[in-house]
């Protein structure tokens, strides 16, 4: 319990620190990097599409750079807590292929942006908005066959005992769920997790080895049955929907400040490059400023999905030791400040969930 204390406490000490570093960074391309590139882009290349993924590559590589130690250093932490099992070679392989992956996506939606920004300059935000959802949707869908793979090993799970019991789980929330997987967890962390993803025909449960291996058949039903809630429940569709709207409005507002500075600072258009700051600005803190709102309508999902699992599981009691021995293996804070969940727990506390499992029960 001390030593999740200990290593909750340090991350709440490098929040901050994480912030200043990306703040700093931003201000400094702002006032050495930003205008030098790109006249030299400009000079150097006719297409605007080369310059906007030379600009925003740039730019991101450099956040990148400039975020990698840290990104060590939680590596070198999690280690030390006995949180994860990655030898640093493991580690950077993973890290890469994330930023590779990352790099695609990335550049893609810049392309798609600054195409809507220079075609669609008054509106815009509409379609990017359309193009947001059409792309969440797909990544969900695909996830699991072609991402998560990358990463992870998947298995189809089959146990003579156990399987019956999840398949009647199943049958009992009329899902359409493709099938249960077990991924070796164990090759990264000592955490246990289990998580239901994709859409359609590659919609999955999927259970670590490190829950499987370790914890009782009621026990790993129990957590099963919560996926299952948020299967019941659409979830997935749900959040989805819930994220485009949010979206929809941050980059409405991000049109109406980037219109502003066109006309205050006298930028080509939109699709300026110059205006780039105040876009990334905007989309930043407002990202900021709504995380405690999806963070609590993620709460509020894990708590109907919590709910599901208490009324069709095996019980209050298995889910109270499932959920007590999860937040143990996985070095959950027990008592995080108010301001934290708030701010960034899309869970609610394991001490609130693990109360109201025993209030069910009683």
Same mark, same amino acid.
């Given at each position: 319990m001390q030593i999740a204390r200990d290593h909750a406490r340090e991350n709440r000490r490098l929040m901050p620190l994480e912030l200043a570093?990306? /703040?700093?960074?931003?201000?400094?391309?702002?006032?050495? /990097?930003?205008?030098?590139?790109?006249?030299?882009?400009?000079?150097?290349?006719?297409?605007?599409?080369?310059? /906007?993924?030379?600009?925003?590559?740039?730019?991101?590589?450099?956040m990148t750079v400039?975020?990698?130690?840290?990104?060590?250093?939680?590596?070198?932490?999690?280690?030390?807590?006995?949180?994860?099992?990655?030898?640093?070679?493991?580690?950077?392989?993973?890290?890469?292929?994330?930023?590779?992956?990352? /790099?695609?996506?990335?550049?893609v939606v810049i392309l798609v942006l600054y195409r809507l920004l220079a075609a669609y300059p008054d509106t815009w935000w509409l379609w990017m908005a359309g193009f947001y959802l059409l792309l969440t949707v797909l990544l969900a869908q695909l996830a699991p066959v072609l991402i998560m793979p990358l990463f992870l090993k998947f298995t189809p799970y089959e146990d003579?005992?156990?399987?019956?019991?999840?398949?009647?789980?199943?049958e009992q929330a009329g899902t359409q769920v493709r099938g249960v997987f077990r991924t070796d967890l164990s090759s990264k962390t000592t955490a246990a997790n289990a998580w239901l993803s994709g859409l359609g025909r590659t919609r999955r449960i999927v259970?670590?080895?490190?829950?499987?291996?370790?914890?009782?058949?009621?026990?790993?039903?129990?957590?099963?049955?919560?996926?299952?809630?948020h299967h019941v429940h659409r979830h997935l569709w749900r959040g989805i929907l819930v994220s485009t709207l949010v979206s929809l409005v941050g980059f409405w507002l991000a049109g109406r400040v980037v219109s502003w500075a066109v006309e205050a600072y006298g930028y080509a258009g939109p699709a300026d490059l110059r205006a780039f700051p105040w876009l990334i600005l905007v989309l930043a803190l407002f990202g900021i400023l709504t995380s405690p709102l999806l963070n609590a309508f993620s709460r509020s999902q894990e708590r109907a999905a919590d709910r599901y699992a208490l009324d069709h599981g095996p019980g209050a009691e298995p889910f109270v030791d499932a959920m007590t021995r999860l937040a143990n293996q996985n070095l959950a804070d027990p008592e995080p400040p108010r301001w934290q969940v708030l701010y960034s727990y899309s869970h609610p506390p394991i001490l609130e969930r693990i109360a109201t499992a025993q209030h069910a029960g009683e």
């Amino acid at each position: 319990m001390q030593i999740a204390r200990d290593h909750a406490r340090e991350n709440r000490r490098l929040m901050p620190l994480e912030l200043a570093i990306s /703040v700093i960074y931003f201000v400094v391309w702002v006032a050495w /990097v930003h205008i030098p590139l790109i006249n030299w882009l400009e000079r150097t290349f006719a297409s605007t599409d080369l310059q /906007v993924l030379c600009y925003v590559g740039l730019f991101g590589l450099g956040m990148t750079v400039i975020n990698l130690p840290m990104d060590a250093y939680h590596h070198s932490r999690s280690v030390h807590y006995g949180l994860s099992v990655q030898t640093w070679r493991g580690w950077a392989i993973d890290l890469c292929k994330g930023l590779l992956i990352g /790099v695609v996506l990335g550049l893609v939606v810049i392309l798609v942006l600054y195409r809507l920004l220079a075609a669609y300059p008054d509106t815009w935000w509409l379609w990017m908005a359309g193009f947001y959802l059409l792309l969440t949707v797909l990544l969900a869908q695909l996830a699991p066959v072609l991402i998560m793979p990358l990463f992870l090993k998947f298995t189809p799970y089959e146990d003579e005992e156990l399987t019956p019991r999840l398949q009647t789980l199943a049958e009992q929330a009329g899902t359409q769920v493709r099938g249960v997987f077990r991924t070796d967890l164990s090759s990264k962390t000592t955490a246990a997790n289990a998580w239901l993803s994709g859409l359609g025909r590659t919609r999955r449960i999927v259970l670590g080895d490190t829950l499987l291996d370790h914890y009782s058949a009621d026990e790993i039903l129990s957590i099963f049955a919560h996926e299952m809630g948020h299967h019941v429940h659409r979830h997935l569709w749900r959040g989805i929907l819930v994220s485009t709207l949010v979206s929809l409005v941050g980059f409405w507002l991000a049109g109406r400040v980037v219109s502003w500075a066109v006309e205050a600072y006298g930028y080509a258009g939109p699709a300026d490059l110059r205006a780039f700051p105040w876009l990334i600005l905007v989309l930043a803190l407002f990202g900021i400023l709504t995380s405690p709102l999806l963070n609590a309508f993620s709460r509020s999902q894990e708590r109907a999905a919590d709910r599901y699992a208490l009324d069709h599981g095996p019980g209050a009691e298995p889910f109270v030791d499932a959920m007590t021995r999860l937040a143990n293996q996985n070095l959950a804070d027990p008592e995080p400040p108010r301001w934290q969940v708030l701010y960034s727990y899309s869970h609610p506390p394991i001490l609130e969930r693990i109360a109201t499992a025993q209030h069910a029960g009683e």
